[in-house]
């Protein structure tokens, strides 16, 4: 197993949570480390990324403000810190790298992602 994500659960809305991607050393210096959700009945989406060498992050717009993406290299873990959750948030997220540095320099589409973990269900309550 080369990713894995842990930290989901349910918590109320505005609350908090934090998201762990524990990765193996080859898989954790990849170009980038990206999150993704997946509501039920909806597609796969980008949440945030962060790029390995020049540290960028990115985030889709609905995240912005709330959501933060960190690495910690001396844990070989990508941490996706979650604030001001909302309903809305609910999902399954995946943590996923993109281990290539050639080719394109997307980072917020999922088919761009080779390396995939296991999901973490976040649940929002209202």
């Known amino acids: 197993v080369q990713l894995q994500a842990s930290g989901g659960g349910l918590v109320q809305s505005g609350g908090s949570l934090t998201l762990s991607c524990a990765a193996s050393?080859?898989?954790?210096?990849?170009?980038?480390m990206g999150w993704f959700r997946q509501a039920p009945g909806k597609e796969r989406e980008f949440v945030a990324a962060i790029t390995w060498r020049a540290g960028r992050r990115y985030y889709i717009h609905s995240v912005k403000g709330r959501f933060t993406i960190s690495r910690d290299a001396a844990e070989n873990t990508v941490s996706l810190q979650m604030n001001g959750l909302k309903p809305e948030d609910t999902a399954v997220y995946y943590c996923?790298?993109?281990?290539?540095?050639?080719?394109?320099?997307?980072?917020?589409?999922?088919?761009?992602?080779?390396?995939w973990g296991q999901g973490t269900e976040v649940t929002v309550s209202s």
């Open positions: 996923a790298a993109k281990t290539s540095y050639g080719g394109s320099v997307d980072v917020q589409t999922g088919t761009e992602y080779d390396v």
């Open positions: 050393r080859r898989t954790f210096y990849s170009y980038a």
